[in-house]
């Protein structure tokens, strides 16, 4: 075999491995390199002061406090109940307490943006309504710094400041 010859096999090998790695980071695993996704895990206090500064004639009490924690199994549920999960970049599943009240939840991307959609239970199952909510976050050094930024993502709409409790 000459150089050419092994320069062309190198070359197909890398695409081939290229291919084969975007196949496999659809929807079926975690998508690992998304932030949020990888410091959302935990309790969310509302940071009333935050959230009133970024609205102050806010019409709505939002939810006091958020907890995640993260659950393949229940991942895995969501992409195949529900097709639409399939064809997009998921970052996180699992099960999130709004208070006292448990849900299902994936946090995925789509056009550059973090969605989080929590699955409301209802008589038929735990999988229930969907409720799909933006949410960015802004990171501190410290992450039980981070701020958690729920909402938002409708014209007039102002986001809710959370941030991490400490147990």
Known sequence: MNKNM??????????AGAALAFQLSGSANPV??????QRLEGRWMLDADIT??????RGFQPPRAF???KDDVV?????????????LPIH????????????WFVLYSEDGNNNLVLFT???????????????????SRDATKDLLFV???????????YGRMIK
């Open 151 to 161: 909402g938002g993502d409708v014209p007039r709409e102002s986001a809710a400041a």
């Open 121 to 139: 239970p209802t008589r038929e199952g735990p999988l229930g309504e969907p409720h799909y909510l933006n949410v960015n976050m802004a990171l």
């Open 92 to 103: 996180l599943g699992g099960t999130a307490f709004q208070g006292t009240e448990k849900h």
């Open 6 to 15: 092994l320069g062309a096999f190198g070359a197909i090998a890398v695409l």
């Open 52 to 57: 009133a500064r970024l609205d102050p004639q």
């Open 75 to 87: 991942m895995k549920k969501l992409v195949s109940e529900y097709p639409r999960f399939q064809s």
């Open 67 to 69: 907890e995640f924690t």
């Open 32 to 37: 690992k390199d998304n932030l949020v996704a």
